[in-house]
């Protein structure tokens, strides 16, 4: 058993916890500015709030018509804007221990002062590591939702699409349709080839994928070899021509192996969502499709046709 070091007891210390006493009372009753921003920042995560935040704060020093904040966080640009602009402007870059953490920019009518410039410039320090955490929160959001190895959005990021794909369809009717998408025959690519390989056609499959749909529809790495495309307003039968524009992209692949040119073929299954279905229900007959047509021969586009139609 490990012995716990004994706690040095010096005894009370009634003058230093009355001084605690008296800083907690002005820190709590009557927080300077500054103490009032890193607080209230400090209750978030969230960039768009705390940026609300940080105008709100800002125009109770310095009055200003438009504040704008611009930022590249991984894959995603992150821009934030309030108000109207005007003439003069002031522009700001967010640096901390070397890193960069977005542009900020006021705007307004006249001309900031020597003063309020320094004003601005001392709420930005206070307020450069909240926004550095919440940068760095959505950073790990997305790193958590994005397949490192093709950059596309991975399962998980596909389910909560998915249920929220349900309710909206529940609520307003919109049709969805899905497709799953699986690379034929991907094992014999691995061993003939090697992993390299296939993980590069993994990546080409991916962006090739991206470049056969809409911006309004989105691919997910959903397995190994599998993909699954999410298709807003769409029925089976527009989801079906997708599907096989789909089979002619991935075919489209030549890797230049050497002496030999390897490329690939997959197979895609369809199913639009019924009215009630849970995402579990829908994607288990998107997968029976995907079956359908490996059944079939693969390279092709089998659908799990709406009952009815
Ligand atoms: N290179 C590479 N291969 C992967 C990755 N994930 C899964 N695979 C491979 O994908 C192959 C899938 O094989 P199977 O499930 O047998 O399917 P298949 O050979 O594509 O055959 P069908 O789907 O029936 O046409 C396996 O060899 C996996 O190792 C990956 O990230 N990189």
Redesign the pocket.
């Known amino acids: 058993m490990k012995n716990i070091p004994r706690i040095n007891k010096s005894g009370p210390q009634p003058q230093k916890l009355a001084a605690l006493r008296q800083a907690h009372r002005e820190w709590s009753e009557s927080p300077d500015v500054l103490t009032r921003l890193t607080r209230r920042l400090s209750t978030t995560l969230k960039l768009e709030t705390q940026l609300a935040i940080l105008a709100e704060e800002l125009s109770s020093v310095v009055p200003f018509d438009c504040m704008n904040y611009r930022h590249q966080i991984a894959a995603r640009e992150f821009v934030y804007a309030t108000g109207m602009g005007g003439p003069h402007r002031c522009d700001y870059r967010l640096n901390l221990e070397g890193s960069f953490y977005g542009t900020l920019s006021l705007s307004r009518r006249q001309k900031f002062t020597e003063q309020e410039l320094e004003g601005i410039e001392l709420m930005l320090a206070a307020a450069i590591c909240p926004v550095r955490n919440a940068c760095q929160f959505i950073a790990i959001e997305q790193a958590a939702l994005t397949d490192s190895?093709t950059g596309v959005p991975n399962k998980r990021a596909m389910d909560e699409v998915l249920a929220r794909a349900c309710s909206l369809g529940d609520r307003h009717g919109d049709n969805y349709s899905l497709i799953l998408c699986?690379?034929?025959?991907?094992?014999?690519v691995?061993d003939q080839h090697g992993?390299v390989v296939?993980?590069h056609i993994?990546k080409l499959a991916a962006a090739e994928l991206e470049k056969a749909v809409r911006n309004s529809d989105s691919v997910y790495r959903f397995g190994?070899?599998e993909f699954a495309i999410l298709l807003p307003h769409t029925d089976e039968c527009h989801a079906r021509a997708v599907a096989d524009r789909i089979l002619e992209y991935i075919r489209s692949i030549s890797v230049n192996c050497g002496d030999v040119d390897v490329s690939v073929t997959t197979?895609c299954g369809v199913a639009q969502r019924l009215p009630d279905e849970s995402a579990d229900q829908w994607l288990a007959r998107a997968d029976e499709a995907l079956y359908r047509a490996?059944d079939h021969g693969?390279n092709c586009t089998r659908v799990f046709a709406v009952i009815g139609n």
Do not use: I, P, T, Y
């Open positions: 190895l699986d690379l034929d025959h991907f094992k014999d691995n992993h296939g993980d993994l190994g070899e197979s490996k693969r």
